[in-house]
């Protein structure tokens, strides 16, 4: 199945997974590995992510990735080794084209939702675009983001929900926001369940966040209607260099998405009659 038919309006339940940033060619490489077998034992789209730059941390001093030269050669590597399609963010209109001749499909970060050249450069590249919801931002309002992407040329197009922010340093989910994005957008509506748990300002110079809520919230997203899921794992969180308080530890995966299934199994037509 292709990538592009993932990111239109009644595709199947996928999943978009991966490291926060791009580490050790063997750390990567063994997150694609392990993505893929779960992809292939439950028969269940995946898509690799992660990000060659992290142009929007917290501090000056935070490592941001290995840029985008190096950065292509290791997501081509992986796409290479393990055939999982892949997604990269993009934060500047330069890196469009070159980001696209490599990856399956390109993602707007959401505090960059409302840039008009980016999404417009992002779309004219044909990939499909993942345009993740500003954090200040109504599901609804996320109608004009794509269809910037779309009349750009952009081959699909998706919306992920990752919390609206609560006060400061607090981000809240609301349910009602997958059907009324799904009806806004006429796009796939993506659940980002680490992201959503971050504590923006809580740590020393980075984001904080609390991953134990990562579970809970991911089951309900799924019975709220979400049609996809955005989850970065790692192997060893404490110690990535990036996003280390709010990623799902790889070994908690597929345990997570036994669960998953067997919600959208349980709830069966039901998920189609909310999208009525």
Not at 136 to 165: D, I, L, N, Q
Not at 218 to 225: D, L, P, Q, S, T
Not at 236 to 264: C, F, K
Request: net charge negative; glycine share 10%; charged share 20%.
């Amino acid at each position: 199945m292709s990538v592009t038919s993932l990111f239109r309006p009644g595709a199947p339940f996928f999943l978009i997974a991966g490291p926060c940033v791009l580490e050790t060619d063997r750390l990567n490489l063994g997150i694609a590995e392990a993505l893929a077998r779960i992809s292939e034992e439950l028969a269940l789209p995946v898509i690799f992510k992660a990000s060659f730059d992290k142009a929007n941390r917290s501090s000056l001093t935070s490592g941001r990735g290995p840029g985008l030269e190096e950065g292509m050669r290791k997501l081509a590597e992986i796409r290479a080794a393990t055939g999982l399609p892949i997604l990269t963010d993009v934060h500047e209109v330069s890196q469009c084209a070159a980001a696209a001749e490599v990856v399956d499909a390109l993602q707007i970060p959401a505090f960059l939702c409302r840039q008009t050249n980016l999404l417009l450069a992002a779309g004219a590249t044909g990939r499909p675009v993942n345009v993740k919801k500003g954090q200040w931002m109504a599901p609804e309002e996320m109608r004009g983001a794509v269809e910037k992407v779309r009349s750009a040329g952009a081959s699909g197009a998706a919306v992920t929900e990752r919390g609206t922010f609560f006060g400061y340093g607090n981000l809240v989910v609301d349910m009602r926001s997958f059907t009324a994005a799904r009806d806004a957008c006429e796009a796939p509506i993506v659940f980002d369940g680490t992201h959503s748990v971050q504590r923006p300002g809580q740590g020393t110079g980075m984001s904080g966040g609390e991953p134990r809520f990562i579970p809970p919230l991911v089951r309900a997203a799924v019975a709220a209607g979400a049609d996809a899921l955005f989850l970065e794992v790692h192997p060893d969180p404490a110690g990535a260099p990036s996003d280390a308080t709010n990623m799902l530890p790889l070994l908690r995966l597929r345990p997570l998405l036994d669960e998953v299934l067997g919600i959208r199994a349980a709830l069966g037509a039901g998920l189609e009659g909310a999208r009525e």
